[in-house]
């Protein structure tokens, strides 16, 4: 009986431990929250409102997403935003966890300036980092000329930005500048995993490879879905690197080479305003989807017993 109530009495202490430590949280939390509801919830509810509406507030249903869904210009733009999101996802999970891990395996004094040097295109905004890469890609005035022309087989400028490379060509961009970020991320989330823990794995025999792969991996999973979620959400909305691609070429790249170009052109080109609502509410609908699988397969907000 003693035994059982002191074991009650372990269980509610705990429990009112961790409720203690999910509230210490709530004072990071709280000054970001008028933000993300001026800046967030509220422009979506408006884009809700819009996108089911006519221009005169009458509800239509689904007619601006059929509508827009029968443009043209919808799938091509959708099919370049999943193909340029596809290989920049997968460069960034495959190269900054390759390069986290490779950090943190060989930690030294270098590392820190390794770090520094990763996250220093990160400081670049993106206008600024599409200009760079359009001297980079000008085989007229780039230094890597020799590249351009004898690898790739491009001698023009728009050769090198054909819109078949359009889709590469942004994720190298994207890659540049974010995965420098990335990188010191994941490595702060190894830093958490305790030494004894690495050290038991050493003497058990393991090597770097399988310390990496079995230990470390897992324990940096839910950042890397986090990462994910992330960059994904991110990759949807590109917007700024097509747009000055198409000023850059004098109209060799259409101007509804992305889908929030499209909703950008419906909306300021042609006055409608709903219907580039719709477009953004799909674009929210597939980065709210793909962030719904995300964490219910890797189990990113679990709480462990």
């Known amino acids: 009986m003693q035994v059982t109530r002191k074991r009650g009495l372990h269980a509610g202490g705990a429990a009112r431990k961790r409720d ?4 210490r949280g709530l004072p990071f939390v709280l000054p970001y929250l008028p933000f993300l509801i001026l800046f967030g919830i509220l422009p979506a509810i408006y884009a809700l409102s819009l996108a089911f509406t006519t221009s005169k507030g009458k509800f239509i249903g689904l007619k601006n997403f059929t509508t827009t869904a ?20 997968i460069a960034l999970i495959v190269f900054v966890v390759g390069l986290a891990l490779m950090l943190h395996s ?11 040097l990763y996250y ?48 590469f060509i942004f994720a190298m961009i994207a890659f540049w500048t974010g995965a420098g970020g ?42 890397i879905a986090y990462m994910g979620i992330l960059s994904f959400a991110t990759g949807t909305q590109l917007f700024v690197e097509p747009q000055l691609v198409n000023q850059a070429s004098l109209g060799f790249v259409p101007d509804t080479w992305s889908a929030n170009q499209l909703a950008y052109q419906l909306a300021f080109r042609y006055g409608k305003f709903n219907e580039a609502a719709a477009v953004s509410v799909d674009l929210l609908l597939i980065g709210l989807i793909a962030a719904v699988l995300i964490v219910t397969r890797t189990g990113l907000f679990r709480k462990e017993d």
């Open 182 to 223: 990335w990188i010191v991320v994941l490595y702060g989330a190894l830093n958490t995993i305790p030494p004894d823990l690495e050290e038991a794995a050493r003497i058990d025999g393991a090597g770097a490879w399988t310390i990496a792969l079995r230990l470390k991996l897992p324990m940096i999973r839910k950042w």
């Open 70 to 89: 029968n443009d043209y210009r919808f799938g091509p733009a959708f099919e370049h935003v999943f193909l340029y999101t596809s290989v920049w996802l």
């Open 20 to 23: 203690q430590s999910a509230w």
């Open 106 to 116: 060989r930690a030294s004094k270098a590392t820190s300036t390794f770090r520094f």
């Open 120 to 167: 220093i295109p990160g400081a670049l905004a993106g206008a600024a980092s599409v200009l760079v890469w359009l001297f980079m890609l000008d085989p007229a005035v780039s230094p890597a000329r020799f590249l351009l022309e004898h690898v790739f087989g491009s001698t023009l400028f728009v050769q090198a930005i054909a819109p078949g490379h359009l889709p």
